[in-house]
């Protein structure tokens, strides 16, 4: 399916809705960010205000004002799977004109906004470090903003961060952690008209779901914001015929853990709680407390007005 023309240029004096739209009609889906990046670095190359470094396809551009603090502002440019949403367009709803598209709200429009004070700010009144990072969609260990911390943490240093997602105009400190694992049943295969003869394993995920169901996930206060946790069944697969008893069992289960718990400490908590089971750790981010008492982060809440809230997402 066409998405956009193969010439790709940003327009940075344009508006941040028309930037936007720039943005969302290069097809940037988790793996395939190249040409948006190539597009970013090209916007960005000829402002002398900014030092550009490229890491596969994340792009940094930062000041070198030598002011006494430094604040890092990033957003990812990947999204997830195109679902006939693209090329953008405008709708009108209730008299109300949208940008209708893949990435308009995750968060190619955030990023639009970014580009845009990266290109206007260029005697801001501390040091600025501007990231668009690849893969944040995808498994963290893919995440470009952690290459970018194993490849070159000097890039990363400053002394408060934003990190951009849609919020609906707020701010969410910290993040919950984000742990996936993959729970296994075994069985032995017969024909399910000699059904004696094996052994069900989606029978015996029965359990599985019935701990599921009844658990009931924690609200934790973490220096003043409560995150809740969440942890539910994502997927479930079995079996090889529709004749056939089947020998194996998979629930895939997402946890969402508070960020007063590290990572394995959630693992153990899993293990625990699904004793006998064969578990399998698929993924695993760390949650990041708040840091809100941090003396920017409160000039930041003061000049932007209003409270924090607990981010429940991972990023």
Same mark, same amino acid.
């Given at each position: 399916m066409p998405v956009a023309d193969p010439i790709h240029a940003?327009? @940075?004096? %344009?508006?941040?809705?028309? +930037? &936007?739209?720039q943005l969302? =009609?290069? $097809?940037? *889906? !988790?793996?395939?960010?190249?040409a948006v990046a190539d597009a970013i670095e090209g916007a960005l190359a000829g402002l002398a205000h900014?030092?550009?470094?490229?890491?596969?396809?994340?792009?940094?551009?930062?000041?070198?004002?030598?002011?006494?603090?430094?604040?890092?502002?990033?957003?990812?440019?990947?999204?997830?799977?195109?679902?006939?949403?693209?090329?953008?367009?405008f709708e009108t709803i209730d008299g109300v004109d949208y940008l209708w598209g893949r990435g308009t709200v995750d968060m190619k429009a955030g990023v639009a906004v970014q580009l845009k004070l990266a290109?206007? @700010?260029? %005697?801001?009144?501390?040091? +600025? &470090?501007?990231?668009?990072? =690849?893969? $944040?969609? *995808? !498994?963290?260990?893919?995440?470009?903003?952690?290459?970018l911390a194993a490849n070159r943490p000097e890039l990363l240093a400053g002394n408060f961060a934003i990190l951009g997602e849609p919020t609906n105009s707020t701010v969410e400190g910290g993040c919950n952690g984000n742990l996936r694992v993959e729970l296994r049943t075994f069985g032995t295969r017969a024909h399910s008209a000699r059904a004696w003869v094996g052994h069900n394993a989606i029978h015996d995920a029965a359990p599985i779901l019935n701990i599921l169901v009844a658990y009931e996930p924690r609200q934790v206060a973490v220096e003043g914001l409560v995150y809740r946790e969440g942890l539910n069944a994502v997927g479930i697969s079995g079996g090889v015929a529709g004749n056939v008893i089947p020998d194996e069992c998979m629930v895939h289960v997402n946890y969402r853990f508070a960020?007063?718990?590290?990572?394995?400490?959630?693992?153990?908590?899993l293990r625990e709680l699904f004793a006998g089971f064969d578990l399998t750790v698929v993924d695993l981010a760390e949650g990041a407390r708040p840091g809100l008492d941090a003396p920017l982060a409160q000039e930041f809440l003061a000049a932007v007005g209003g409270d924090a809230k607990p981010k429940y997402g991972w990023t």
């Amino acid at each position: 399916m066409p998405v956009a023309d193969p010439i790709h240029a940003l327009d @940075l004096s %344009a508006t941040s809705i028309e +930037i &936007t739209r720039q943005l969302c =009609d290069i $097809e940037s *889906v !988790s793996g395939n960010e190249e040409a948006v990046a190539d597009a970013i670095e090209g916007a960005l190359a000829g402002l002398a205000h900014l030092e550009i470094t490229r890491d596969g396809d994340a792009i940094v551009a930062r000041t070198t004002l030598g002011r006494a603090k430094r604040v890092v502002i990033a957003g990812h440019i990947d999204t997830v799977p195109v679902n006939h949403n693209l090329p953008t367009r405008f709708e009108t709803i209730d008299g109300v004109d949208y940008l209708w598209g893949r990435g308009t709200v995750d968060m190619k429009a955030g990023v639009a906004v970014q580009l845009k004070l990266a290109a206007e @700010l260029v %005697a801001p009144a501390v040091d +600025i &470090t501007w990231i668009w990072y =690849d893969h $944040e969609e *995808v !498994s963290a260990e893919l995440n470009g903003l952690g290459r970018l911390a194993a490849n070159r943490p000097e890039l990363l240093a400053g002394n408060f961060a934003i990190l951009g997602e849609p919020t609906n105009s707020t701010v969410e400190g910290g993040c919950n952690g984000n742990l996936r694992v993959e729970l296994r049943t075994f069985g032995t295969r017969a024909h399910s008209a000699r059904a004696w003869v094996g052994h069900n394993a989606i029978h015996d995920a029965a359990p599985i779901l019935n701990i599921l169901v009844a658990y009931e996930p924690r609200q934790v206060a973490v220096e003043g914001l409560v995150y809740r946790e969440g942890l539910n069944a994502v997927g479930i697969s079995g079996g090889v015929a529709g004749n056939v008893i089947p020998d194996e069992c998979m629930v895939h289960v997402n946890y969402r853990f508070a960020p007063n718990r590290s990572g394995d400490e959630a693992v153990a908590h899993l293990r625990e709680l699904f004793a006998g089971f064969d578990l399998t750790v698929v993924d695993l981010a760390e949650g990041a407390r708040p840091g809100l008492d941090a003396p920017l982060a409160q000039e930041f809440l003061a000049a932007v007005g209003g409270d924090a809230k607990p981010k429940y997402g991972w990023t």
